[in-house]
């Protein structure tokens, strides 16, 4: 049987919608399928918030700076992509939080399912006795029958609210910029909802789940030895370029009998016949508005966050934390910042010899108007909490400061829920429409890649069946 040629459109060239991009094409050139793929993005670049800067031997990450890559799905496409031999693992190194005016040092990956013993807040430095005592008690308190709550409640009921404020919310604030009193425990962190349902304990059930356990405590950060942006970079020489329009923004998708129309600020409309969207969940409202029950959610909410990148010469360094490759920062401290990495630290390959290169992340909910000031005023917040915080001297060789305007999707509370209705809602009256990207199912990079491949395949399945 002769197949009829059909044509799916990609709208977003973030690395979401490069992946299904890069992984239809690859196997319709496998299965010899009649297949027309189009890009589309509404930017002068792709990539998204993965950008990475090169400049004089540094290199800097303008967005994202690494993943933890516990599914292996980044190393599978680097695989595919021929480029699994760049692929670079951090530095060991100690992790603090800033509490008060001071910083302590804390568990490795506690937030990100490292090791939970009461040793652990111990050793920590930043709980207090009756907080410690306060913490076990995750040993001996009952489970939830909740379907999903915030992460604030979450983690109180286990381990108390010192716990929470000196070391949960500080992870979370630094790492997705929100607000632990809305953010959705079910859809951000699944294993810790999982080991309670199973286990009752997270402190037994994260000993007794050793496989689990295992996975994460072995699974380090990763980037590539040029930047993250090799990634993009690779994708993007894999695809025929005369498939991917950049520049060019989607104004409304409807239905046409059993086709796809795409209306284009800049360009004619186009036709197809499945259209995979990877754009945030607010800007999908906009280009269809014949769904009823899309309509009906309200938008989602989205943090602006800025990073700000400084290198110093370490002749002017004389911080007394030489040991330090991170640091959170608690909203019980005298920081604008909410976390720092010290880069040469914790990767060999980002700065030049003789150079100290840190990088700051500013903004969160409830605390964005600072992201609005200017660029000379940012630096100069940052650079007295470097100074404050672990004794940066001097001042920096450059900055850069990257902003962010809604950049980081806030996942509240039924959002697995609300997103499971969506799809099913979608399906049944646009079958050949797929939502995915950080707005539905995970905001890391693996989390993107994995749904870019899923949905490359489901697209194929659904279209050539």
Avoid at 157 to 174: H, I, S, T
Avoid at 255 to 260: E, Q
Avoid at 330 to 339: C, P, Q, W
Avoid at 411 to 428: A, F, P, Q
Wanted: charged residues 25%; glycine residues 8%.
């Amino acid at each position: 049987m002769t197949l009829s040629r059909k044509k799916i459109a990609v709208i977003g060239g973030g690395i979401t919608g490069l992946t299904a991009a890069f992984y239809m094409q690859r196997m319709a050139e496998e299965q010899n399928l009649p297949l027309d793929i189009i890009l589309i993005e509404s930017s002068l670049r792709l990539g998204g918030k993965i950008h990475t800067l090169r400049k004089d031997g540094f290199i800097i990450e303008r967005g994202p700076e690494s993943f933890l890559d516990f599914s292996n799905s980044v190393r599978n496409l680097a695989c595919d992509l021929g480029i699994e031999d760049q692929l670079i693992r951090n530095n060991d190194g100690k992790t603090y939080v800033a509490v008060g005016n001071g910083l302590y040092p804390i568990p490795t990956n506690f937030i990100f399912g490292g090791p939970l013993g009461v040793s652990s807040f111990v050793t920590s430095g930043i709980i207090s006795i009756s907080g410690k005592v306060r913490a076990a008690g995750d040993l001996v308190l009952p489970k939830s029958n909740a379907e999903d709550e915030p992460i604030g409640d979450f983690f109180r009921r286990r381990f108390g609210k010192e716990v929470v404020e000196n070391l949960v919310e500080p992870l979370l604030a630094g790492t997705f910029a929100g607000d632990i009193d809305h953010l959705s425990i079910q859809a951000m962190f699944p294993h810790f909802y999982q080991l309670e349902k199973q286990y009752r304990s997270l402190i037994l059930g994260v000993k007794k789940a050793n496989s689990f356990s295992q996975e994460r405590k072995a699974t380090s950060y990763q980037t590539f030895q040029n930047g993250l942006e090799t990634l993009i970079e690779t994708l993007q020489s894999k695809l025929e370029t005369k498939k991917v329009f950049k520049g060019v923004k989607v104004e409304k998708i409807k239905k046409v009998d059993d086709h796809l129309s795409i209306s284009l600020n800049n360009m004619s409309p186009i036709t197809c016949d499945a259209v995979i969207l990877t754009t945030p969940f607010n800007a999908v409202k906009e280009m269809i508005d014949d769904i009823s029950p899309l309509h009906e959610m309200p938008n989602m909410n989205y943090a602006s966050i800025a990073t700000v990148t400084m290198a110093f010469k370490k002749s002017e360094n004389r911080s007394d934390k030489k040991d330090a490759m991170t640091f959170f920062v608690s909203r019980n401290s005298d920081y604008a910042i909410t976390t720092c990495t010290w880069c040469n630290h914790k990767w060999d390959n980002v700065a030049p010899e003789g150079y100290d290169l840190f990088r700051a992340y500013i903004g969160r909910v409830g605390d964005e108007a600072i992201v609005e000031l200017s660029d000379t005023a940012i630096e100069q917040t940052v650079l007295n909490d470097l100074q404050k915080s672990i004794g940066v001297t001097g001042t920096p060789e450059f900055t850069v400061v990257s902003r962010w305007n809604q950049g980081m999707p806030q996942y509240t509370v039924g959002h697995e829920r609300r997103m499971e209705k969506l799809k099913n809602n979608l399906h049944e009256q646009y079958p050949n429409i797929q939502l995915v990207g950080s707005s539905y199912e995970g905001i890391s990079i693996p989390d993107c890649v994995s749904q870019g491949k899923k949905a490359a395949k489901e697209m194929l399945d659904r279209i050539f069946k």
